[in-house]
């Protein structure tokens, strides 16, 4: 498995302003990836971001909205940009990739954020 | 095709009796189903995960079964208890390439107590 952190684990933020989501992984994994989860709701994954290359995004998001980095394998971030209340959501990194016997995917613990 | 159908919306059990949740997918392609089980203001953390070789897995209390010709799994947690009070997810997956998940719609359960 993986220990996972996030930070920060929740915030407040206004309209039209951004807010960077770090993620950090305790070894190094292939892949990383963003999800978000509506109050209540599923996750919906926003994308995949493999070291080295350009994040990968799902329909429906867009990197302008949604910047990504990875660095390094063990570290990635996720930027929600000129945020709306629409925004408010759960965001959940999670790693997985070849270095697992099968492909499981482990998740962090998740960045509350409240946008008003 | 993508999509992953999960059923009950919401359960509720009485304390010692079986609580079965069930997905169903389309797409043949996919050959890794896991399943996860979250508590409010945590991450989704892996309870138990199947191939499509087997037909079931067991792990405790928790049991996966699998009917890869009708496309469903389903899990099963055997006395049930007040502390299996989550909401579980099921998921499916490529075991190569892309390593995507796609999750169903999650069923809350509330064990009584």
């Known amino acids: 498995s993986a220990v996972i952190s996030q930070k920060p684990s929740r915030d407040i933020c206004q309209r039209g302003t951004s807010l960077t989501i770090q993620c950090q992984v305790d070894?190094?994994?292939?892949?990383m990836f963003w999800y978000r989860q509506q109050p209540g709701q599923s996750l919906t994954l926003i994308a995949t971001?493999?070291?080295?290359?350009?994040?990968?995004?799902e329909s429906g998001f867009v990197i302008d909205k949604f910047p990504i980095s990875r660095p390094n394998l063990t570290f990635s971030t996720l930027t929600v940009s000129n945020m709306s209340p629409e925004d408010s959501s759960i965001y959940l990194c999670?790693?997985?990739?070849?270095?697992?016997?099968?492909?499981?995917?482990?998740f962090g613990p998740g960045t509350r954020l409240t946008v008003l | 095709q993508q999509q992953v159908k999960q059923s009950p919306q919401s359960l509720i059990v009485q304390k010692g009796g079986i609580s079965i949740i069930n997905c169903a997918y389309e797409?043949?392609?996919?050959?890794?189903f896991p399943w996860y089980q979250q508590f409010p203001g945590k991450g989704p953390a892996l309870l138990i995960a199947?191939?499509?070789?087997?037909s079931e897995k067991k792990e405790g209390r928790f049991t996966i079964s699998f009917n890869k010709s009708a496309k469903q799994f389903s899990l099963h947690i055997m006395d049930s208890q007040p502390g299996d009070s989550a909401t579980y997810f099921c998921?499916?997956?490529?075991?190569?390439?892309?390593?995507?998940?796609?999750f169903g719609t999650g069923t809350r359960l509330k064990v009584l107590a």
């Open positions: 999670s790693v997985g990739g070849r270095q697992y016997s099968y492909n499981e995917q482990f």
């Open positions: 070894s190094q994994v292939t892949m």
């Open positions: 971001a493999n070291q080295g290359s350009e994040a990968t995004y």
């Open positions: 797409n043949t392609a996919f050959d890794y």
């Open positions: 199947i191939r499509p070789d087997v």
């Open positions: 998921a499916a997956s490529y075991s190569s390439g892309t390593y995507k998940y796609i």
